[in-house]
Nanobody
């Protein structure tokens, strides 16, 4: 059984930083692309980043470029999202997803198959 668990969310002031972690069990992470998504209250879920199986290809949505960094440690079956210079508009529940494929074509993974429960990020003014 595949299990995806996000952690690291919280309340931070605008301009602050948070690092989200996504721990996956039940499969070999290096066989899969990983994605981060977010969903703000009342909004649709949107892709934030996609990182290929070995971290060699990374896409980030334009609004987070230069502020967010995504990385992975396949040996630890863990993916990270480092978020700096946070803005109030970054407030959302952040989800990690294991994709069916091992490559990315954009900041939205092609076919996410396994999801975590999400971790809340709140940015105060």
């Amino acid at each position: 059984q595949v299990r995806v668990v996000e952690s690291g969310g919280g309340l931070v002031q605008a301009g602050g930083s948070l690092t989200l972690s996504c721990k996956v069990s039940g499969l070999k992470l290096e066989d899969h692309t990983m994605g981060w998504f977010r969903q703000a209250p009342g909004e649709a879920r949107e892709g934030v980043s996609c990182i290929s199986w070995n971290g060699g290809v990374i896409y980030l949505r334009d609004s987070v470029k230069g502020r967010f960094t995504v990385s992975r440690d396949n040996a630890k079956n863990t993916v990270y999202l480092q978020m700096n210079s946070l803005k109030p508009e970054d407030r959302a529940t952040y989800y990690c997803a294991v994709d069916q494929y091992d490559y990315c074509m954009s900041f939205t993974p092609i076919r996410p198959r396994h999801w975590g429960q999400g971790t809340q990020v709140t940015v105060s003014v």
